[in-house]
């Protein structure tokens, strides 16, 4: 499997900022039909992420994003194998990873685009062990 991050990853990722609210965070997945964001400061480097299952129906709409946010994001390069990101989602049990280019966010990278992988044909699992060359010895 040669695939890199970059041929699957989602380009066009929305991001937030940690002062933005909870509510503007429900509006902004819900418009773009997705189920988290990355949160980025300044200069565009993740320093966490929000899916739905952190926005519970009791937050109050204007607590500020940075109170909720999971603040270790996993990240992966863009150049990366995708088995890279594939052992990262398998190893910490999460369904994304952050990518990122010089440290900014560039894409997003979920489970479901790896399966995208196994339904396209692009990646193909290994045969079975191919058997000894080697003769084993009889024993008279």
Do not use: C, W
Not at 56 to 76: A, D, Q, W
């Amino acid at each position: 499997m040669n695939a890199k991050v970059a041929d699957l990853m989602t380009e066009s990722v929305v991001t937030t900022q940690p002062h933005v609210t909870v509510e503007h965070v429900r509006q902004m997945l819900e418009r773009n039909g997705i189920s988290a964001i990355p949160v980025v400061d300044s200069d565009g480097a993740p320093v966490g992420i929000v899916s739905t299952t952190d926005l519970v129906p009791s937050l109050k709409p204007g607590t500020p994003i940075r109170l909720i946010m999971t603040e270790k994001v996993y990240t992966v390069p863009q150049y990366d194998d995708v088995s890279t990101a594939a052992r990262i989602m398998r190893n910490h049990k999460i369904h994304r990873v952050v990518v990122t280019h010089e440290k900014r966010v560039v894409g997003i990278l979920s489970a479901f685009d790896l399966l995208e992988l196994v339904e396209n044909h692009r990646f193909v699992a290994k045969g079975q062990p191919t058997p000894s060359s080697k003769r084993s010895a009889k024993k008279s």
